[in-house]
DNA sequence: CAGTGGTCTAGACCACTCA
DNA sequence: GAGTGGTCTAGACCACTGC
């Protein structure tokens, strides 16, 4: 956890991240009080209650009129990069991130990359493919689509030893936000191949529609993960909404 | 989406919401500047802020110093009600939810349940195992776990026709925090065949662990979903954190 | 009834973006 | 340089909890 900065406001929700985390306070036990942490920190409440808000988004504290706020427990969140670079998540969790390129060039966009990149169909993009490990395992393909000027920087890029999404964020790409959707899916031939395993194995299939701070799109990824070996947690606190809807089709 | 209150913010929120779902402002556009805001409902920048930190925390809009807040699209949030009752969870999708309870009663707490219902192991707690519908065709096996304080409370009650969870409510408990656990699994034989499947079928694995505002286990639940027509959905904007982490096994 | 968090006001300064 | 959102102050009142 890494002092995000030296405003107030975060200075003080990572002290109490810290507390938690360090288990001086556990599960069940009391925040300290407001009126308190204003004191501690020399602060108006403005900055304390922004701190106390990030936590409970978080889903570590509970909190409400009249009582005081409780730990909830020590759950984690992803950072935000986390969620759109693989290197990111496996290093954040201690794995050690390869990459094997089996593709990387200009390729004509399907309907759906072309639908979020807006360009027309048959356009061309730059499509890069990818089996990730984890520690010299394979766990995931990954196919992603970059609109031409973007994907253009990555032409001449070494993909197997280098985080993409690092070389374009220097390159100033914003990575912005990330819309992403998850389902079931069944390994093809062609990637149960790429990762060792039969036709018809049961995936994670992840899709994730990135745009920078304008809305305007810079990359459209699949990723299929290795089900057996992923598990995703939230924690979530009545009074806040997370960003997040399961869904159900039609049967 | 219901008007939730009469505070300003939340007016304020529900406003900005509706300027977005209801197009007439689309991806790209600007949200209204704060001070615009603030003339508008005549308010201070306090609530106009917590109702733009809101859609900014659904995904909904992107803000950054210097410009304007931009919409990057008409994402749903899930209410918290949804997450842990696959009743109200269903109604809002529009679906008829459906129950047939296959036991309710006393039984002894295995491990797992006795570890966060925070009772021996052994030791009685009640359960409840149905199988979910939604028009009609079965969608989930459900498996309820409730400490004898909260479970007796239904012991006498018809699960197949009223929610579980709104009874419970009504009776005065308090479900404020949900913890989540999404993994892949395969349909036991038992369960294949109240699912009319094939054993071996992936199913989504939910597992909840809900608890009060005080962080007292109010149940522990596990719900093996019928994968193929389940989609989950995220949207995650850089600078808001959600409380979501996808963890990788050792392997 | 004292203490708590939820809400709100009316200012202020700053860093940043964009025309 | 005007406008914007990010941060902060110093108050205030209220609804609610728990003693």
Request: net charge negative; hydrophobic share 35%.
């Amino acid at each position: 956890m890494a002092l995000r900065g030296t405003q107030q406001h975060s200075i003080i929700a990572d002290y109490l991240r810290t507390l938690i985390r360090s288990k001086k306070l556990s599960p069940g036990d009391f925040l300290p009080s407001e009126a308190e942490l204003c004191e501690q920190f020399s602060s108006s409440r403005g900055p304390v209650r922004q701190a106390v808000a990030a936590l409970r988004s978080e889903g570590l504290i509970s909190s409400g009129r009249g009582r005081r706020s409780v730990v909830l427990g020590r759950f984690t969140s992803e950072s935000f990069d986390s969620i759109y670079s693989v290197t990111h998540w496996l290093r954040e969790r201690g794995f050690e991130p390869g990459a094997s390129t089996l593709w990387l060039g200009r390729c004509p966009a399907s309907e759906q990359e072309a639908e979020f990149l807006r360009v027309d169909t048959g356009s061309p993009v730059i499509f890069v493919h990818r089996v990730r490990s984890a520690n010299g395992m394979p766990i995931a393909i990954e196919r992603m689509f970059f609109p031409l000027d973007v994907g253009s920087q990555i032409l001449n890029f070494d993909a197997d030893n280098e985080s993409i999404h690092d070389h374009l964020r220097k390159q100033g790409v914003d990575f912005d936000s990330v819309n992403r959707e998850l389902s079931l899916a069944y390994a093809s031939e062609e990637d149960a191949r790429s990762l060792n395993i039969d036709p018809g194995t049961p995936l994670w299939r992840l899709h994730l529609d990135i745009s920078d701070h304008s809305g305007h799109p810079v990359e459209c990824t699949e990723i299929l993960y290795l089900g057996d070996r992923m598990t995703l947690g939230m924690t979530n606190v009545r009074g806040t909404t997370s960003p997040l809807e399961v869904k159900l089709s039609e049967g």
